[in-house]
C-alpha cells in the first residue's frame, strides 16, 4: 500500500498492486486496472519510488526478478 495525497489535500492509500500506469497531465494521473484515474499532489517519479518501496517490503520485486532468470 502506498499513500498518496488527493489535490485537495486529503491523503488515502492505495494498493499499488491494482496500479497498470502513472502519467503527468501535468498534474500526475494514475490509472488503475479497473479504468478508475486518480489525480495525486506527488510528481510520477516519487510515485514510482513509493511502488518500488511496496514491492520490495512485500517481496514482489525479488519474486519477479528471479522468474526473469529463470526463463
Known amino acids: ?4 495525497t488527493r489535490l485537495n489535500g486529503d ?3 492505495l494498493n499499488a ?7 503527468s497531465f501535468p498534474d500526475t494521473t494514475i490509472s488503475l486496472i479497473n479504468n478508475k484515474k486518480i489525480i495525486i499532489k506527488e510528481s510520477e517519479s516519487e510515485v514510482n ?3 518500488t518501496n ?3 517490503r ?3 520485486q ?9 526463463e
Open 1 to 4: 500500500m502506498i499513500k498518496v
Open 11 to 13: 491523503t488515502f492509500t
Open 17 to 23: 498492486i491494482f496500479i497498470e500506469q502513472v502519467q
Open 49 to 51: 519510488q513509493l511502488i
Open 54 to 56: 511496496y514491492y520490495q
Open 58 to 60: 512485500i517481496g514482489l
Open 62 to 70: 525479488e519474486c519477479l526478478k528471479e522468474i526473469g532468470d529463470s
